[in-house]
């Protein structure tokens, strides 16, 4: 999978992946809610600068996290799918807290479609079986 570079940084890098016309996002080391938010935002600022439909949200590096979802996620995915997301590709971090509560928070999201996967192998897969909604334009 070739990236062009959107973010890198410490804790998030952010890629454009033309050949499937989707963004990788691969969260890195230790994330608390401020974090997480920071994050997220940074993601949604790479997705209206590359509009695409499909994200692989990759948070198998990351070694500790608090974060939950709750209000101000559900706001986030809403502007995430405002700005064309329509399929997110989630590989859970090995040491979730509460997988739980996470897989069931995730099944009321009806859009956009988040499907979360132990693996980044599987959730590529997946992602690549998800129709386009729109064409990928190479960023501005």
Known sequence: MQLQSIVDLPQLAIGYDADNEWLYV????????????????????????????????DNSN????????????????????????QHLAWVLP???????????????????????FDDVASAYVWLQQRPPVQPCPLGS
């Open 26 to 57: 691969d969260w890195k080391g230790e994330h608390d809610p401020d974090t997480s938010q920071a994050c997220c935002l940074l993601m949604l600022e790479s997705l209206r600068a590359w509009p695409c439909s499909k994200i692989l949200n």
């Open 62 to 85: 990351i070694i500790r996290t608090t974060m939950q979802l709750r209000e101000w996620s559900m706001w986030w995915l809403e502007q995430m799918r405002e700005a064309g997301l």
């Open 94 to 116: 090995r040491h979730l807290i509460s997988r739980e509560g996470t897989e069931a928070a995730v099944r009321v999201i009806a859009r956009p479609h988040v499907a979360t």
